[in-house]
């Protein structure tokens, strides 16, 4: 069954601040989106991998790491859309025809492991959507306008989204050409997915699986990573 990897990493990154993007801030020398190829590589599973970047960085990544790249079988990067939803399917237009599994990944979450990766595989070949995610651990409160507490919301069926999704390829392409041309943006591609009525599945995953967002997740990936 061949599995198409999708590495979407074409988002604007507002709450890191700065001028490197990103994808492209290194951690021990190497590019964040590298580390997250390499997690990708080493699942044999993954029978291609399409990055995604922003337009404008398309050709300096071409430029700068072309020749890794190729090493790591990384032959297409694709730009990035207006939305994520947009960077996506983007990436999804440019999978193999062939391909039966897709998986869509966050390239700033460096630290997911091999065999979670394998696992939402499996779990696609079985129910056809899964997702893996972590479940809460804190305390969570739902407010009112006014900042007062309304309620304490029962944490034991609440779970944090990760990536990578995982989809049968028909599925999240009908689903994708749903809403493409809706206004509505999407946080995850697991929620258009159950807006459209299909049932998504969990796979547990582990915390280390973090999302670089702000400078203090570089500080902790560099210390998971090392």
Known sequence: MKVSGILVGAGLG??????????????????VFLHTIDRF????????????VGESERDY?????RDLLDAYGVKKIVPG??????????GLSNVDTDAEIVLIHDAVRPLVKKEHIEEVIHKVKECKAAILAAPMKA?????????????TVPRSKLWMAQTPQGFEKNLIMKVFHQFRNTEREFTDDAQMVEEAGYPVYIVPGSDDNIKITTPDDISIAAALLK
């Open 14 to 31: 507002l709450r890191m601040g700065g001028k490197v993007k990103k994808p492209f801030i290194r951690i021990h020398d190497k590019p």
């Open 41 to 52: 590589s080493q699942c044999s599973l993954v029978t291609e991998m399409v990055l995604v």
């Open 61 to 65: 990544v071409l430029d700068t790491w």
């Open 81 to 90: 859309g207006k939305r994520r939803q947009d960077s996506v399917f983007n």
């Open 139 to 151: 305390t969570v409160k739902e407010i009112n306008d006014d900042f007062s507490i309304k309620r």
